[in-house]
């Protein structure tokens, strides 16, 4: 005998408050929490992508860590202004001085890696502080991240007309004819044209002595009044007593002859191989700051670099312009710390 099925049985067992009615709902509900956590976790993933999309929606601060009025703060000021319009976004230049820059740079050091805090890199605060002072409050390597080099301010050694030298190597042999031998002059103990000075006598044994003031300008003014022979400074500080025929052009210490004086020769002309040594500026950012910002403000820098316009407004401020990646502005951070580290500890130079 065939057994009877009860019709309403299908109905009763998926009814909701039956047992296979509660799995079944359980199972939907499942199925519907785990399609949106999907979704949310694909909305996650998107969203910093966004975020640097939507990167600068509001101005950006341009620590600068010294003084208005000086080069670094000229320059920082004309690059914040080029890159603001490329942006689309002001770029606020704030002077945060200070313990020879240290004092701005760690302040942006430790500001959060979002792309909003940037700093003007001096050669003397990054590589050569870290050497000269007692405790530096930030890592140069570790706590900043590079975006890009700016330019070379390219240095002179220029000596008072009574000098009786006209070539590096004649400068050289008089200070080793000379009891005392030769003093040069320069802007501050543990600045660029300081190690470069070092540097020099270090290499070719020149008797060299170093004579340290509060500022480029004094050096200059006792170089043209003949109280001392030798100054080693900015060629943009110089180069108008030079053509004016006050002071007389030894050599200048860059890789090429400064475009402000094309007949100065270098010192690697001048028989010193592989001397190179500028005074450079350059931005960086907070370590961790995401590689999508670093990237966009490394290209709209090149691109304020590369124009015509800006090259000249540079040049005069005695700055030459360097376009190029983030990568070549690193590796000349680290070589610079590591090669002045070696003049520094052999010259015993050091600030308190």
Same mark, same amino acid.
């Given at each position: 005998?065939? +057994?009877?099925?009860?019709?309403?049985?299908?109905? #009763?067992?998926?009814?909701?408050?039956?047992a296979?009615?509660?799995?079944? @709902?359980?199972? #939907? &509900?499942?199925?519907?929490?785990?399609?949106?956590?999907? =979704?949310?976790? %694909?909305?996650?993933?998107?969203?910093? =992508?966004?975020?640097?999309?939507?990167?600068?929606?509001?101005?950006i601060?341009? !620590?600068?860590p010294?003084t208005?009025?000086?080069?670094? /703060?000229?320059s920082?000021?004309?690059?914040a202004?080029?890159?603001?319009?490329?942006?689309?976004?002001?770029?606020?230049?704030? *002077?945060?001085? %200070?313990?020879?820059?240290?004092?701005?740079?760690?302040?942006?050091?430790?500001?959060?890696?979002d792309?909003?805090?940037?700093?003007?890199?001096? /050669?003397?605060?990054?590589?050569? *502080?870290?050497?000269?002072?007692?405790?530096?409050?930030?890592?140069?390597?570790?706590?900043?991240?590079?975006?890009g080099?700016?330019? /070379?301010?390219?240095?002179?050694?220029?000596?008072?007309?009574?000098?009786? =030298?006209?070539? &590096?190597?004649?400068?050289?042999?008089?200070?080793?004819?000379?009891?005392?031998?030769?003093?040069?002059?320069?802007?501050?103990?543990?600045?660029? +044209?300081?190690?470069? %000075?070092?540097?020099?006598?270090?290499?070719?044994?020149?008797?060299?002595?170093?004579?340290?003031?509060?500022?480029?300008?004094?050096?200059?003014?006792?170089?043209?009044?003949?109280?001392? +022979?030798?100054?080693?400074?900015? !060629?943009?500080?110089?180069?108008?007593?030079?053509?004016?025929?006050?002071? #007389?052009?030894?050599?200048?210490?860059?890789?090429?002859?400064?475009?402000?004086? +094309? /007949?100065?020769?270098?010192?690697?002309?001048?028989?010193?191989?592989?001397?190179?040594?500028?005074?450079?500026?350059?931005?960086?950012?907070?370590?961790?700051?995401?590689?999508?910002?670093?990237?966009?403000? *490394?290209?709209?820098?090149?691109?304020?670099? *590369?124009?015509?316009?800006?090259?000249?407004k540079?040049?005069?401020?005695?700055?030459? =312009?360097?376009?190029?990646?983030?990568?070549?502005? @690193?590796?000349?951070?680290? #070589?610079?710390?590591?090669?002045?580290?070696?003049? !520094?500890?052999?010259?015993?130079?050091?600030i308190?």
């Amino acid at each position: 005998m065939t +057994p009877q099925r009860d019709p309403g049985h299908a109905l #009763r067992a998926h009814a909701p408050g039956s047992a296979v009615g509660r799995l079944t @709902r359980r199972r #939907r &509900l499942l199925t519907t929490g785990l399609a949106l956590l999907t =979704a949310l976790a %694909g909305l996650s993933a998107l969203r910093p =992508a966004q975020a640097q999309d939507a990167w600068p929606n509001r101005p950006i601060r341009l !620590v600068v860590p010294f003084t208005p009025g000086g080069v670094t /703060d000229t320059s920082g000021r004309l690059i914040a202004e080029q890159l603001g319009r490329r942006l689309g976004q002001s770029v606020i230049v704030d *002077n945060r001085p %200070g313990a020879s820059g240290n004092i701005g740079t760690a302040a942006v050091a430790t500001a959060a890696p979002d792309g909003y805090t940037l700093v003007l890199g001096f /050669d003397g605060t990054l590589v050569i *502080n870290p050497h000269v002072f007692a405790k530096v409050p930030f890592d140069t390597l570790k706590d900043l991240a590079p975006v890009g080099k700016i330019g /070379d301010a390219v240095l002179i050694l220029v000596a008072h007309p009574g000098v009786p =030298a006209k070539t &590096l190597g004649e400068v050289i042999a008089l200070s080793k004819s000379q009891a005392d031998g030769l003093s040069y002059g320069t802007s501050g103990t543990g600045g660029t +044209p300081h190690i470069g %000075g070092e540097l020099l006598r270090q290499r070719t044994g020149a008797q060299l002595t170093h004579i340290p003031y509060k500022g480029g300008g004094q050096a200059m003014s006792d170089v043209l009044g003949g109280s001392i +022979p030798l100054v080693y400074t900015a !060629v943009a500080g110089a180069s108008g007593h030079v053509k004016s025929g006050k002071l #007389r052009a030894i050599a200048v210490s860059s890789a090429q002859r400064s475009a402000a004086l +094309p /007949d100065v020769p270098t010192f690697i002309e001048s028989g010193v191989s592989d001397f190179v040594v500028n005074s450079w500026v350059g931005l960086l950012a907070p370590a961790k700051t995401p590689p999508a910002v670093l990237a966009r403000l *490394n290209t709209e820098l090149n691109a304020v670099l *590369n124009d015509p316009a800006v090259r000249e407004k540079l040049i005069a401020m005695g700055i030459e =312009a360097t376009p190029g990646s983030a990568d070549q502005f @690193r590796d000349e951070i680290r #070589r610079d710390l590591a090669r002045y580290g070696q003049v !520094v500890k052999a010259a015993g130079i050091r600030i308190e």
